[in-house]
């Protein structure tokens, strides 16, 4: 399995920003992407993960209603739609992936084994 992270970008507050992660090495649907981010000097933490196949989703309290995950099965891409960006925001973004299981939706970064190089986003003041 193979994960490109790309999107990241400095952005001014209030701002939007989509980042995708393109996914190969699975053979159908069934699996679970995640995206997680690690700010300096903070442990990671999670932001949103979907079933690919079942479209089930979690959201992190600090961003819902801001972010969306969306996937396009067809360019075996997944998608995070970031809008009213804030300064908190700012850190590296990862995407993660992992064959499907009832855990998947608890978005918990210990359920994915495979991890992109992570993705820059920084959010201005």
């Known amino acids: 399995v193979q994960l490109v992270e790309s999107g990241g970008d400095l952005v001014q507050t209030g701002g939007s920003l989509s980042l995708s992660c393109a996914v190969s090495?699975?053979?159908?649907?069934?699996?679970?992407v995640g995206w997680f981010r690690q700010a300096p000097g903070k442990q990671r933490e999670a932001v949103s993960c979907?079933?690919?196949?079942?479209?089930?989703?979690f959201y992190a309290d600090s961003v819902k209603g801001r972010f969306t995950i969306a996937s396009d099965s067809a360019k075996n891409t997944v998608f995070l739609q970031m809008t009213s960006l804030k300064p908190e925001d700012t850190a590296v973004y990862y995407c993660?992936?992992?064959?499907?299981?009832?855990?998947?939706?608890?978005?918990?970064?210990?359920?994915?084994?495979?991890w992109g190089q992570g993705t820059q986003v920084t959010v201005s003041s």
């Open positions: 993660a992936a992992d064959p499907w299981s009832p855990i998947s939706i608890y978005c918990r970064g210990n359920a994915f084994s495979s």
């Open positions: 979907m079933g690919v196949g079942d479209g089930n989703k």
């Open positions: 090495g699975f053979s159908s649907d069934d699996y679970a």
